[in-house]
């Protein structure tokens, strides 16, 4: 009998053939993975061709179809525009003054505030006037004391004169008496040659007529001498006034000086910064002024443009006031004023030639040392043509435009460019009145390109909401 148990060959034999039976099992399951990645690989690839087939197809769809540019436009248009030259102007005060003490002291009161608005002759501050007051009272004392003087020179003249005619009446006096004892005595020597008369008596008439003779001498002395003492009595006022105009002169100074001590507004204007307080000292003619006054009404504005536009400038000056217009930057409305000035020479380093507009700031709009923006009108141009500036580009061979053809495409078309104004740009040439230009959207196109929009055409479906390239 024969055991059931197997023996070590059949047990090795039973292992090889279970080996060999899973051995063919896993390669059919291995050879079916494959299959099945293949078929998958298969499949991608033939998707992902039919679809790049698609968008290259697509894309040459659209290569075909003629390119359409979204763009807004507007017409080359006639009016009548003003020919005028822009510029960055600074804004002046008409004039300026820096108010400094002319005499020195301690400032006893300040009569406005910074900043305020002060009239020509307007208290502005006050200094101790101790020092002058005493000046004056001296300068009066010493002229009354050489008044009263002058007063004694001429009570003394007056005397004198009144010598001298007393002088004058005695001399008139022994003149009769002298020529009346000249002739008696010429008489009586008659007489006693003839023997009618004694020698004594003769000699008697002929002493007397000596004697008045002498008289008139004395009078004629008396007189020389009044009038020497007449002659110093003039001297003497003379001399006397000349001390009374100095005194006079002494006095006026003082008074003027007085006057100082009361500071005054010099013009109307705007006052400035208060430099110094009540109670500070202060020096006479200090190089630090008190206070600086501007006067901004009128207001004036300096400017300068090229000197090529001075012979426009002067032929229009010559019919009429050239108007000015400024605009602060913080302003959109034009102030406007009139040209004031024109300097007499060109800036040779600038080539520039300096002008000057005069404005009605009683609004106080315009500020000293402020900067502006300055156009000064010449005259006007009829029928100018103009487009919006935007539709003016630039290009490496200057400025142009796309103007929009019958056809619906687009020329890049040259152009010159004048003045610029409210944002319109004057069209010298390249342009005609009703012409079509591109104002947006210029970015995109080239000369030949389609466009479509407002006034043109209507875009294709999708296409006016397109966002532009800037």
Not at 84 to 102: D, F, R
Not at 326 to 354: E, H, S, Y
Not at 432 to 446: E, F, I, M, S, Y
Request: include cysteine; charged fraction near 15%; charge should be positive.
């Amino acid at each position: 009998m024969q055991d059931n148990f197997p023996t070590e060959s059949t047990a090795e034999h039973q292992f090889e053939f279970k080996s060999t039976k899973e051995g063919r099992n896993t390669k059919r399951i291995g050879a079916l993975l494959v299959g099945v990645t293949l078929l998958g690989a298969l499949g991608y690839y033939g998707i992902n061709t039919l679809g790049h087939n698609q968008n290259k197809t697509d894309k040459s769809e659209a290569r075909r179809r003629p390119q359409v540019t979204p763009v807004k436009v507007a017409s080359v248009t006639q009016k009548t525009v003003p020919v005028q030259l822009q510029a960055i102007g600074n804004v002046q005060a008409e004039s300026t003054v820096s108010v400094t003490p002319q005499v020195g002291g301690k400032i006893t009161g300040v009569y406005f505030k910074k900043g305020q608005d002060v009239k020509k002759g307007q208290l502005l501050f006050t200094l101790d006037d101790q020092t002058q007051q005493a000046a004056i009272q001296q300068a009066k004392g010493t002229l009354a004391r050489d008044l009263a003087q002058v007063q004694q020179y001429r009570a003394a003249l007056a005397k004198d004169l009144t010598l001298v005619g007393q002088a004058q009446a005695n001399l008139a006096k022994d003149q009769a008496q002298a020529q009346y004892a000249q002739a008696q005595a010429i008489r009586y020597g008659n007489l006693l040659k003839e023997g009618a008369v004694s020698k004594d008596q003769a000699q008697q008439y002929s002493t007397n007529a000596q004697a008045t003779a002498a008289t008139l001498q004395a009078d004629r002395q008396a007189i020389a001498n009044a009038q020497a003492s007449l002659k110093v009595d003039q001297a003497q006022i003379q001399n006397a006034e000349g001390v009374v105009s100095a005194d006079e002169g002494v006095l006026k100074n003082a008074q003027v000086q007085l006057s100082y001590t009361k500071i005054y507004a010099p013009i109307d204007g705007r006052a400035g910064d208060i430099l110094v307080n009540q109670g500070n000292v202060v020096a006479a003619n200090s190089t630090n002024p008190l206070l600086t006054i501007y006067k901004i009404n009128p207001i004036q504005v300096s400017f300068a443009v090229p000197e090529a536009n001075l012979p426009e400038i002067q032929k229009y000056m010559k019919n009429n006031k050239l108007t000015v217009d400024v605009t602060p930057n913080n302003k959109a409305q034009p102030i406007r004023g009139v040209l004031a000035f024109v300097n007499n020479k060109v800036d040779n380093t600038t080539g520039t030639i300096q002008l000057m507009g005069e404005f009605n700031n009683a609004n106080g709009q315009l500020w000293p040392g402020q900067y502006v923006n300055t156009t000064l009108k010449l005259t006007q141009e009829p029928n100018a043509r103009v487009v919006p500036s935007q539709a003016v580009q630039n290009g490496p061979n200057g400025q142009f435009v796309f103007v929009v053809k019958p056809d619906k495409t687009v020329e890049n078309v040259p152009v010159t460019v004048g003045s610029t104004i409210d944002g319109l740009s004057v069209i010298k040439s390249g342009l005609q009145p009703g012409q079509q230009v591109v104002t947006d959207g210029q970015a995109n196109l080239v000369t030949g390109n389609q466009v479509c929009g407002p006034s043109i055409g209507k875009c294709p479906q999708g296409m006016g909401s397109r966002k532009r390239k800037k």
